[in-house]
């Protein structure tokens, strides 16, 4: 049987040359072409002279003040303090270290061909080994509490575990709410719409005054911990609804031709079902870890302070005073480079996993 094979996407100046046509189509789109046109002249001229021409590289807070334009030396000046936070100076290697090997592992995880059981052994090692790293305490490293940990370190400690630890178990929540035993669908469906109907803040809230109540006496839990705690049950609860979705969104015939070949419910679901649901909710899945990503800013609220909080600290120093608009664009930036990345590896996990494609 022969394949049909798609014809080749076209390439970049016939793509430019189809648009240019259409954008001086029809009096609409000519209106519309000059609109964008006269609005593109009014603003980036301006932005162009204040972000770049006027703009203050390096130098001091009055030297940025005499330039008028942006300053973007405050950004260089505080760029360590964004990453690191209040983590101790002569230690940065170790979260430099975590961070390189914290990216390793996730553009690992990106690649298909790793995608075995070796690579949950690699995780199953380095998730605690980064921590350990972090804190301290063993191996000659010196102790540092969890309180100096800070800036885009911290944001991506929170996103990656939280993300990990939320997405097996929103799985999980997602097979109970749609099982045949009666007690295991109303437990994960309590669970599910106990977390999805509060606010990650009060989550958040109850994790760091109401989870100390419910350990032993003497037992007490690092604010990390509690923050990973809640972050997860969050992204398990609204993970777990993109998944269910998924499986409804499943043909009967699939379910029946698995009980046909007589695989049992572990093998039909591991290899027929879930690799077709979480396939075709791609989209609602990134777009979720998207959102759940930006919520990271929310853990100020327990005095954890991630990248955009500890640029917003960094706006406090008395010697550089009255620039919050390059933090906030440098912040805007940084989230959204992160974020773009994630809507493209899903576009390109689409394209892979397409119905019909090999």
Sequence with gaps: MSATLAPPAPGFFTRAAIFARACVTGPLNIAITLACVALLVWLVPPLLRWAVLDATWSGTAAQCREAGGACWAFVREKFWFSIFGLYPYEERWRPATMIVILVAMVLASCQRRFWNRWLMLAWAVAAPAMLLLMAGGVLGLTPVATRQWGGLTITGIIAVYGLALGYPLAILLALGRRSDLTLVRWFSTAIIECVRGVPLISLLFMAAI??????????????????????????????????????????????????????????????????????????????TFIGLFKDTTLVVVIGVFDFFTTLR?????????????????????VYFVLCFAMSRYSQRLETTFRPGQR
């Design 210 to 287: 109401m989870l100390p109540l419910f350990l032993p006496e003497g037992v007490t839990l690092d604010r990390l911990a509690r923050v990973l705690v809640a972050y997860t049950l969050f992204t398990a609860a609204y993970m777990a609804e993109v998944v269910r979705g998924g499986l409804q969104a499943m043909p009967r015939g699939q379910y029946e031709a698995a009980d046909a070949l007589g695989l049992s419910y572990g093998k039909k679901m591991r290899l027929v079902i879930l690799p077709q649901a979480l396939a075709i909710t791609i989209p609602s899945q990134v777009n």
């Design 313 to 333: 600290a960094a706006l406090g120093d008395p010697n550089w005073l009255g620039f919050p608009t390059e933090a906030y664009v440098f912040a805007a930036g």
